[in-house]
């Protein structure tokens, strides 16, 4: 029974779009009315290759720490063999979000290298600012971001990235790392300031087989940390419902739904 139903799951996926298969999409309009009840300001983006859903999606939020999947990117763009101090560095930052080496990376990238990575990834509304925390970023790009992220990571250094954003420890494992559909791994950063629920954000990339799908959901404003988190975590459950079991919608390149 278990070969059967995982033979039906892949087999729906597989199916060609338009030829009559049940598609998957975000439930953005649920999604929406929950948050709108919550405390605080919320936008979210659900990216796939053909399409983008999502609200408030150019609204600019300072990045917090959802900056460093960046600061990765980017220096790993610039290194060739990795070292032990590359992985000094780079580990800590990514899988438990540590302050420190973000700054020393930062310090060694430069902002130019942000700034043309924004730039080579198809932002628009990214700006960087002399506190890397306080850079500016939105639902829009980073979901774009997110899903491009194996073509921009250099491919000698794309499987340790990926495992490091796969790799973050269990008390930040919070929000849309609850709320995984069964079947596929989620590659995710997020960011919450001091703690205090004034930033709560997620940004992930979710992967299966050949299919890819990235998440950001940015807030802003909320009562408190563990607010913020559970706003994340009720969003995430509503946009992804039901992805588990059905294909993806994709009936046309750029195409648009659940604008502002």
Do not use: C
């Not at 639902?139 to 992220?149: I, K, W």
């Not at 790799?167 to 205090?196: C, D, N, Y």
Request: aromatic letters at 6%; zero cysteines.
């Amino acid at each position: 029974m278990r070969r059967l139903a995982a033979a039906v799951t892949l087999a729906v996926l597989a199916w060609p779009a338009g030829a009559g298969a049940q598609q998957w999409e975000p439930d953005v309009a649920g999604a929406w009315k929950w948050a709108a009840a919550r405390e605080g300001s919320v936008s979210f983006a659900v990216r796939t290759p053909q399409r983008l859903y999502g609200r408030g999606l150019d609204r600019q939020v300072p990045a917090a720490s959802v900056l460093k999947a960046m600061l990765m990117v980017a220096y790993l763009r610039q290194t060739g063999e990795l070292g032990a101090r590359d992985r000094a560095l780079l580990r800590p930052m990514i899988t438990r979000s540590d302050n420190l080496t973000a700054t020393r990376i930062r310090d060694l990238v430069g902002n130019g290298a942000l700034v043309r990575l924004a730039r080579r990834a198809g932002m628009t509304r990214f700006a960087v600012a002399p506190i890397w925390g306080l850079s500016l970023i939105t639902a829009r790009d980073q979901s774009r971001f997110f899903l491009h992220l194996e073509r921009l990571l250099p491919a000698r250094h794309r499987a340790y990235a990926l495992r490091l954003l796969r790799s973050i420890v269990p008390s930040q494992r919070w929000g849309m790392a609850q709320v995984i559909p069964e079947g596929w791994r989620l590659h995710f950063k997020g960011g919450w300031g001091s703690g205090t629920g004034a930033v709560d954000h997620q940004v992930g990339l979710l992967r299966r087989g050949d299919h890819r799908i990235s998440i950001a959901v940015l807030t802003t404003g909320s009562p408190s940390h563990a607010y913020g988190k559970a706003t994340l975590e009720g969003v995430s459950r509503r946009l992804l419902a039901g992805l588990a079991v059905i294909g993806i919608a994709g009936p046309s390149e750029g195409a648009l739904a659940g604008a502002p």
